[in-house]
């Protein structure tokens, strides 16, 4: 997946469970910790890689959309999550730790024919629904008025 994917899930994961696991009294742990754990439930979907030039563009973007929302509700942990969401490729991409890429390695999808470039469009159209959830869970966008009842 990308990292944008990896951002912007991170952040959804964190944002769903701030919002649904209300008895638990500090939720920034376990958000944090699910939203790392994402990953590896996302790196597991088949995939198309994309080269590390769009990677860091579109991560960035996604970052950077995710810091808006962070920005407008003052809450950061969101953003924190998507970066815990996107940090075991970083930590892979970084070398420091053969054991981690091993684990890493085991959860993510293996490609054993060609990956057709269309599952680019479904990976997008995911990370274009993450971002909506997020915009409505964070920033609580009310309905139109043509649906409210
Ligand atoms: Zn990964």
């Known amino acids: 997946m990308t990292g944008a994917t990896h951002l912007l899930a991170g952040a959804a994961v964190y944002s769903l469970a701030r919002t649904n696991l209300t008895r638990i009294r500090n939720i920034v742990p376990l958000g944090l910790a699910l939203a790392f754990c994402s990953h590896f439930l996302l790196d597991a979907v088949p995939h198309y890689e994309l080269s590390m030039p769009w990677q860091y563009a579109l991560g960035a973007v996604a970052g950077l959309f995710i810091l808006l929302i962070a920005w407008r509700t003052g809450d ?62 964070e920033l609580g966008a009310p309905l139109p008025t043509s649906h409210r009842h």
Do not use: M
């Not at 999550?81 to 892979?92: H, M, S, V």
């Not at 470039?117 to 995911?126: D, R, S, T």
């Open 76 to 137: 950061l942990y969101p953003f924190l999550a998507g970066i815990a969401g996107a940090l075991p490729d970083a930590i892979c991409i970084s070398g420091i730790s053969p054991a981690f890429n091993r684990l890493h390695d085991f959860f993510h999808f293996k490609a054993a024919f060609p990956v057709p470039f269309h599952l680019i469009y479904q990976e997008a159209a995911l990370a274009l629904f993450l971002a909506l959830f997020l915009v409505v869970n």
